[in-house]
């Protein structure tokens, strides 16, 4: 890994640098698009009192729901959780602390996070539990709330293909928070299905540009699906 | 008698319009695609980042890379658009989309909704159900007229925690299609063989009742 | 123009409902990836008192430029202006109003009257001009300024390939302002190269979605090149 | 002896690490480009919205699709990305940048910086320079030490409105290479053949000597 090479060839160099107590940002939604072999480094890396930033936790035994196994996360922020008994469990035992965010309000803290922007105004949540403490300001007669930027220690993303200098195109739907948490991470690791040649990608296609993005790592996916839903 | 499930949505269906982009919640609301009118397109918007979601796959099309806001396995119909979060939201929020339909626990007359959390239940999250309410135009709130013990769910006030607040201006239930205009319910139109006098009965916020009430048809 | 299919024929078609006194935003850097037509054509209706929001303002004879010629614009909102002497003379005149806005602050006003963001910090400006009757905020011990999201009556663009749905994609460095001008438009024309047939565009490749987009209209562009440069 | 503008390009140059994003302004800043170090790669960044700048275009390769934020015609290398311009300005606002090179008025002690505005003057605007010094965690000014007239441009407080505040660390003259530390410059290097003294005698704002200032060699 030098200059524009930003591959590494081994998960533990992927994710060297992380720490107890970081901030994790994390790509997908539900189990889609979920970097799930970083998560499972994180694992097998045994770093504690992590907060983590994901639309979701995953569910029982995959994803970022392995994490609450050894019980290395110390808050989750998230839109909507609780698809598996641990993370319940843990949260009802108070190990665990949780900041729900509306799902729109915490992609925009996380591109806010990203593009240098440290606070933001949106009607999102105005008049509910999520209004409580925050700044409420009237704009054109319609009442709006403060919200604030996210960032990361890490970022963990997961990406369809990219070239040596990290740029990065996503598969379908599997985009989702993605480039959100890569733009957002002081330190961003992407891993793809697929390295590809330097010049490949088409330059006004690429999702995530190169200069987001610290260390790229091959891998290969389980990619499980949470809701089978066939066709009648 | 109360409608059906699938006249819900058959009766919201009636309210989609040629080119209309729409979002549509969970439950009921996601049967009203099998409903869309003879003539008319739309596009539904899957607010994890799709536009034109399509049907569910066969098995050969099957991809785990291509789901839906509920999680489900979908397609891409012609037309559609794949995008991140934050863009997908910025639609929602920016108001882009013509319609959105979705369930509640309750609503009242000043046109506030609860639909994410009950105390003392375990709290799941709200998802994207805040940002939906927040940025349409144009909701409807499918429920029922009341809770399984009789209870009204169309209050003076709400009793639940809010997922917003003065956003909601119809409510479709299984008794009766309202609007919300200047602090009351008015209704408009009731399911068949309801009276008024049932959907009264069952209303705790203030009911308007205009002159004419038709019987929906189906 | 029915349902999905967001075609028209005619240049006249596509600006119907522009009026005196309205907010315009129109796409494009330096004369690079301008709507022309759309331009040409308002001129042609002759619309005065206009508000025009776009990084710059054409030169004399071409792009925005010719609207000056029969003082059709009240108010320029721009990072960068004065590349004619028309618009010198105008605003010397006090003929035309002009609010000079960073590009990257023009850029994000525009991102987020399209995204439902009223308003937002940003460090850009503290300390300068820009900042004059602005409010001013310490977030972790650095200075922002609060900036008001813009948004338009009519939003014109200049698009590469799109389908009768509305889908656009922008070609090389012409993309620009012009998504930003798309999503931000309560009524938005876009004038392309080339419609293509539904299905071409891929979509996680498409820039605009087509639920921006109310009007398509397909041209042929002169593409003038402002300052030719050439390997020496 | 005063640097030539290719010397203090040169110079600049030398501050360049392999992988780095830069953002190269107006004149002698993007002359910078011309002396990328042998064995350091970087990606010149291009606010229009282009990362990954190229050569100039032969003929055969022009396209009027293809210009830079100085609007001339450009070329993209291998591994360029083009997006939006709110993308381009999340990257200088956000950071990302790794370093900018651009030119001033005058700049002052405390960092701050004016390069956009002459009062009496006919103002074209500011263009990106606002959002790239306050954008920027490592800037480099580029400007003489002095005007033609003879007076100083670096200052103990600056005369004409500002492009930003308290943002600057680093400049170069073609007379020395500066760091402004604690509200003073600090003199780190000096043109081949310069003395201290001339410096200190066209440097208004404090001025920092250490007692080593080596010659700048070429």
């Not at chain 1, 806010?112 to 949540?125: L, Q, S, V």
């Not at chain 1, 995530?208 to 809701?227: A, L, M």
């Not at chain 2, 000043?110 to 805040?130: E, F, R």
Request: aromatic letters at 6%; glycine letters at 12%; proline letters at 4%.
């Amino acid at each position: 890994m030098a200059g524009f090479d930003k591959r590494v060839s081994t998960y533990a160099e992927a994710l060297d640098g992380l720490q107890d107590g970081m901030t994790v940002l994390a790509g997908g939604f539900g189990l889609c698009g979920i970097p799930e072999n970083l998560i499972a480094e994180i694992r097998r890396r045994g770093t504690r009192g992590l907060t983590v930033v994901s639309n979701n936790c995953g569910v029982d035994g995959f994803g970022l729901g392995v994490l609450l196994e050894d019980r290395q996360i110390r808050k989750m922020i998230a839109s909507y959780v609780g698809e598996n008994a641990l993370f319940e469990k843990q949260l009802l035992d108070g190990d665990l602390e949780v900041e729900l965010t509306p799902q729109g309000t915490l992609a925009e803290k996380l591109r806010a996070g990203g593009a240098g922007i440290p606070a933001f105004f949106t009607a999102t949540g105005y008049g509910t539990p999520v209004a409580e403490g925050k700044e409420v300001r009237e704009f054109d007669g319609r009442h709006y709330i403060l919200e604030h930027a996210i960032s990361g220690d890490f970022a963990i993303v997961k990406g369809w293909k990219a070239d040596h200098y990290g740029n990065v195109v996503y598969r379908h739907t599997a985009q989702n928070f993605n480039p959100l948490a890569a733009a957002a991470g002081r330190i961003t690791v992407v891993e793809v299905e697929e390295i590809v040649e330097p010049g490949e990608l088409e330059p006004s296609q690429i999702h995530t540009p190169g200069i987001y993005v610290d260390r790229i790592i091959c891998g290969t996916f389980e990619k499980r699906i949470e809701k089978r839903t066939l066709r009648g | 008698m109360a409608l059906s499930r699938e006249q819900m949505a058959q009766r919201i269906a009636r309210e989609l319009q040629d080119g209309y982009y729409v979002n549509l919640g969970i439950g009921i609301p996601t049967l009203v695609a099998n409903y869309v009118p003879e003539g008319v397109e739309v596009m539904l918007q899957s607010e994890n980042g799709l536009l034109g979601m399509g049907a569910f796959p066969t098995e050969a099309e099957l991809d785990p890379d291509m789901i839906n806001a509920g999680k489900q396995t979908v397609t891409a119909r012609t037309g559609a658009s794949i995008f991140d979060s934050a863009e997908s939201f910025a639609m929602i929020r920016g108001g882009h989309v013509d319609l959105t339909v979705l369930g509640a626990f309750e609503v009242d007359v000043q046109g506030n909704i609860a639909s994410w959390m009950i105390p003392g239940k375990l709290v799941k999250g709200m998802g994207g159900a805040m940002d939906l309410v927040a940025g349409a135009e144009n909701i409807i709130v499918v429920m029922t007229h009341a809770s399984k013990n009789g209870e009204s769910k169309l209050l003076p006030r709400c009793s639940l925690p809010l997922t917003g607040a003065g956003c909601i201006k119809r409510v479709l239930t299984d008794l009766a299609y309202l609007e919300i205009e200047n602090g009351a319910f008015v209704l408009r139109e009731r399911a068949p063989g309801v009276s008024v006098e049932e959907i009264r009965s069952k209303t705790a916020g203030e009911l308007v009742v205009p002159d004419e009430v038709p019987e929906m048809t189906f």
